[in-house]
């Protein structure tokens, strides 16, 4: 059974920084795709970033280059580096993981329905 657990979530000012992370424990394939998603109060869960297992990236528009993704497998760790952190990026964020698909044969990596493990997910507040 995989796991993942978020970390890192605070409340901080615009324009300030936080790094997200999550610890996959349990098997998942080699072949895999992981990634962040988040959701604000009445709105639907949205894709910010996706990494694979061959290394291919993925990002949402709306990142523009504010936010890195990267991840350490020999720590089985994903991470989500947020930069310039605006009020609109208040929201839950949650980490994701499917196995036996890379970015390349997803539809959508961006698309929560894709994805087969999901964390607990950590809160993000933006607020001056």
């Known amino acids: 059974q995989v796991q993942l657990a978020e970390s890192g979530g605070g409340s901080v000012q615009p324009g300030e920084s936080l790094r997200l992370s999550c610890v996959v424990s349990g098997y998942i394939s080699s072949r895999n795709c992981m990634g962040w998603f988040r959701q604000a109060p009445g709105k639907k869960r949205e894709g910010v970033a996706a990494i694979d297992s061959s290394g291919s990236l993925s990002y949402s528009d709306f990142i523009k280059g504010r936010f890195t993704i990267s991840k350490d497998n020999a720590k089985n760790t994903l991470y989500l580096q947020m930069n310039r952190l605006k009020p609109e990026d208040t929201a839950m964020y949650y980490c994701?993981?499917?196995?036996?698909?890379?970015?390349?044969?997803?539809?959508?990596?961006?698309?929560?329905?894709?994805?087969?493990?999901w964390g607990q997910g950590t809160q993000v507040t933006v607020s001056s």
């Open positions: 994701a993981a499917v196995d036996g698909i890379t970015i390349a044969t997803m539809t959508s990596p961006g698309n929560p329905d894709e994805y087969k493990y």
